[in-house]
């Protein structure tokens, strides 16, 4: 079974330009969740979503934060325009809570280190 | 609001020996699942174990087990036998349909 994809794994940028990042959560899994996770600290929930709808994006910058998941499978998260303070692991998760088996088990991708100079 | 707490930033143990990484949490939910993740240096985020709350039974997973203690709120991870490989940063996290993670621990296992 093939695991959470993520690209691209590495991105520096200068600030104030924009990046964006994808996510292929693993088939079948209805739920897709974005989080930020800032050297030495836990993973922070940016975004939520269940199928293509969004169920929690609360913590989302929403300034310069914007994510979708068109037609409920692979997702977008786009920063613009980034700041220093943006840098860190954005992480894709999903899981097959809301879209059958529920194991509860989060599966996460490696991650897109994100640099801004 | 749900919250969890990890306590300890850094741990180190001695290779063979035993660690126990605690963890408490805070929610009104009466159902969900606690989880322990491991998260090597620059790698992948990977489930160690997962306890569902209605369960009594304390969940174990080869040299991994943990305490959960229900009315206290408190979920600890126990590792036997520490291998090197074990070196990573261990995460507490609560889990309904919204996951939220503690701040870690660093476990360094010494040869």
């Known amino acids: 079974e093939a695991g959470v994809a993520q690209s691209p794994r590495y991105k520096i940028i200068e600030k104030r330009q924009s990046v964006a990042f994808w996510c292929n959560p693993i088939?079948?899994?209805?739920?897709l969740y974005w989080y930020q996770q800032i050297l030495g600290q836990g993973p922070k929930l940016l975004i939520q979503?269940?199928?293509?709808?969004?169920?929690?994006d609360s913590q989302l910058p929403k300034d310069r934060f914007s994510a979708e998941r068109l037609k409920g499978v692979d997702s977008t998260l786009k920063i613009q325009p980034a700041k220093l303070e943006d840098s860190a692991v954005y992480l894709c998760?999903?899981?097959?809570?809301?879209?059958?088996?529920?194991?509860?088990?989060?599966?996460f991708g490696e991650g897109s280190r994100l640099t801004v100079l | 609001a749900q919250t969890v707490t990890q306590s300890q930033p850094e741990m180190s143990v001695q290779e063979a020996e035993t660690v126990t990484l605690s963890c408490t949490y805070d929610?009104?939910?009466?159902?969900?699942?606690l989880f322990w993740y491991k998260q090597p240096p620059s790698r992948q985020m990977i489930l160690v174990i997962r306890?569902?709350?209605?369960?009594?039974q304390n969940a174990t997973e080869n040299r991994f087990s943990v305490n959960f203690q229900k009315a206290a709120k408190s979920f600890s991870l126990k590792i036997s036998d520490s291998q090197l490989g074990d070196t990573a940063m261990y995460f507490c996290?609560?889990?309904?349909?919204?996951?939220?993670f503690g701040t870690g621990t660093r476990l360094k296992v010494l040869a």
């Open positions: 996290a609560y889990g309904t349909y919204k996951y939220i």
């Open positions: 979503f269940q199928n293509n709808g969004v169920v929690d």
């Open positions: 998760a999903s899981t097959t809570r809301g879209g059958g088996a529920n194991t509860g088990e989060l599966f």
């Open positions: 088939s079948g899994h209805a739920t």
């Open positions: 929610t009104s939910e009466s159902n969900y699942y």
């Open positions: 306890q569902e709350a209605y369960k009594q």
